[in-house]
């Protein structure tokens, strides 16, 4: 046990960019697509992710310092910190739970796979984290080992069919067949977003106007075009925090190679990633006939879309906005504020890339997850405390932005029920997977009408 627990934790610290591609190559293998095939793809996946992390670092790069210009410009003075994702995973990899979640995810993954309950393969290892915090924080509220792992298993699980559910409409506005995005926080979005786009349906204003960045280029001509649109919106926050002349003009810049190389990067990820889903339709339609499964990726894919990182610039002003003036909001958004696309990137494909539908769900997704954030913080700083974290200077309550998810924290709060709360979340569980499975063919047909 302590060997296998040992080689995973091995395996965690290797984060994405040597994960991804070795476990693209390993699918590849399975799905007998040949040695040197699986391994090309692999490599030109870790290719694209690696170049995709290259450019989301000018988010940090650039974007942070406006932030915290940004921060000190509003005069917010709130009594939790949100620390960030990388303190997150951080934390969530140090608990107890944290150890053992990507085998044990694993064995989850293949139990639905071969009872038939999901099409996902989720090969995106490293945001397992997601599900080990869950389990992280169910520990601290019981302080039972058990009741973390189911809490976390039930996260994943719920992730699973989620993805499943928004596959065709992720891979209908990429272009990227056969993928789905499983990671744990997307996937909290979808359901909000959804319900949402159901309302959009019903108001005269936005029933029947679609403004997407194809409409955009048509109105503005080259304005509209992606890297112009990146280059305005750099200098505008360059102006609004007072930068001088050369780093309003160098963040502008920045900006518009934002908006013009994240798409690139994807297109790279795509073009390992197509054979993988050729071999796997090929290997598959041999051995389960009507049978369709999808390789779960990480959430990132989708910011090379020009409307998701749009939308999620123009939201760093909007969160900070709403964390002054709504009343529950206790947490100052700091370390996860660059990372405002993330928050949104599953809104691009359920609103069909629509720019306004975007913008409004994403207000609506930073108020939420204000709220749970601040709800949470109280859990998450025990948690922190109780796994030797460091605080960031002056913080004595620390939460995360990434982390304020409500399908974790309905998890959390079932679970400090203990025995009455592990059989709600088993029942709950155990309904969407019953929902799922006995509409799916007016699910398939929904999405792919969509």
Do not use: C
């Not at 909001?329 to 990372?339: E, H």
């Amino acid at each position: 046990m302590n060997l296998i627990i040992d080689t995973f934790d091995y395996i965690s610290n290797l984060g994405s960019i040597v994960m991804v591609p070795v476990m693209i190559a390993i699918v590849g293998l399975f799905f007998r697509l040949g040695i040197m095939k699986s391994i090309r793809a692999g490599v030109m996946v870790g290719i694209g992710f690696i170049g995709l992390n290259l450019v989301l670092n000018l988010i940090w790069d650039y974007v942070g310092p406006v932030t915290t210009i940004l921060i000190d410009k509003f005069n917010l003075n709130l009594s939790v910190v949100d620390a960030g994702w990388p303190a997150a995973a951080g934390l969530a990899f140090a608990t107890r739970v944290g150890v053992v979640i990507i085998p044990f995810i694993i064995l989850v993954n293949i139990l639905l796979l071969f009872t038939r309950q999901t099409k996902t393969v989720n090969i995106d290892i490293w945001n397992y984290w997601h599900y080990a915090f869950t389990g992280g924080v169910i520990m601290t509220v019981t302080g039972n080992f058990w009741y973390g792992l189911f809490g976390a298993a039930a996260h994943a699980i719920i992730a699973l069919k989620i993805a499943d559910l928004s596959a065709k409409r992720v891979q209908n506005e990429l272009g990227i067949p056969g993928v789905s995005i499983p990671q744990g926080f997307a996937i909290t979005t979808v359901p909000i977003f959804m319900l949402l786009d159901k309302v959009y349906d019903r108001i005269p204003g936005l029933k029947n106007r679609r403004i997407d960045s194809e409409a955009i280029n048509k109105k503005l001509g080259i304005m509209g075009e992606p890297l112009m649109i990146g280059l305005v919106l750099g200098i505008i926050l360059g102006l609004v925090v007072g930068y001088d002349g050369k780093n309003t003009v160098e963040l502008g810049i920045a900006m518009a190679a934002l908006m013009l190389l994240l798409p690139r990067m994807v297109k790279v990820i795509m073009e390992g990633l197509v054979p993988i889903s050729d071999g796997a339709k090929t290997f598959l339609q041999k051995r389960f006939k009507g049978t369709e499964f999808y390789i779960g990726l990480d959430s990132a894919i989708l910011l090379g879309h020009s409307n998701t990182i749009t939308v999620g610039i123009l939201l760093i002003p909007i969160a900070l906005l709403l964390a002054m003036i709504l009343p529950f909001n206790t947490t100052l958004p700091f370390g996860d504020l660059a990372a405002t696309s993330f928050f949104i990137a599953m809104a691009t494909p359920i609103h069909r890339g629509d720019f306004f539908r975007t913008l409004i769900s994403g207000t609506v997704m930073m108020a939420i997850i204000l709220a749970v954030a601040s709800y949470f913080a109280p859990i998450i700083t025990e948690t922190a405390i109780n796994t030797g974290f460091q605080f960031p200077e002056e913080a004595t309550k620390i939460t995360a932005l990434s982390a304020g998810n409500w399908i974790a924290y309905l998890i959390a709060m079932f679970a400090k029920l203990k025995v009455i709360g592990v059989l709600i979340i088993a029942v709950l569980v155990g309904g969407v997977l019953f929902f799922f499975r006995k509409n799916r063919s007016e699910i398939s047909e929904t999405e792919n009408n969509n």
